[in-house]
């Protein structure tokens, strides 16, 4: 079965940077799309940005356009996510998700991984 393993996050001021890291492990060509989304509590969950398997092409949402680049090594199914001038209204927990190319963003059929803590203040 899919799995997802989540790295980074955590703690930082305003202004500044953090990556994620994000290795998946059992899925099929069929699920396409890998990136992250994000919660923050009081929240719904938010889709942040995505990449595509095939092409490398990347969605971002408006809220991180400029600040966050995904990126992903394919050798090593890991997808990347850098965040540099992270505001206090990014603070979330940030979740891993795959799937299908074209509903990655409804987040219906995504497998997801645990999430993890970030924290700007």
Not at 14 to 30: D, F, H, I, M, P
Not at 58 to 63: F, H
């Amino acid at each position: 079965h899919v799995q997802l393993v989540e790295s980074g996050g955590g703690s930082v001021q305003a202004g500044g940077s953090l990556r994620l890291s994000c290795v998946a492990s059992g899925y099929t060509s069929e699920l396409c799309s890998m990136g992250w989304f994000r919660q923050a509590p009081g929240r719904e969950r938010e889709g942040v940005a995505s990449i595509a398997s095939g092409d490398g092409s990347a969605i971002y949402a408006d809220s991180v356009k400029g600040r966050f680049t995904i990126s992903q090594d394919s050798a090593k199914n890991t997808v990347n996510l850098q965040m540099n001038s992270l505001k206090p209204e990014d603070s979330a927990m940030y979740y891993c998700a795959i799937g299908r190319c074209g509903s990655w963003w409804s987040g219906s059929d995504n497998v997801w991984g645990q999430g993890t803590q970030v924290t700007v203040s």
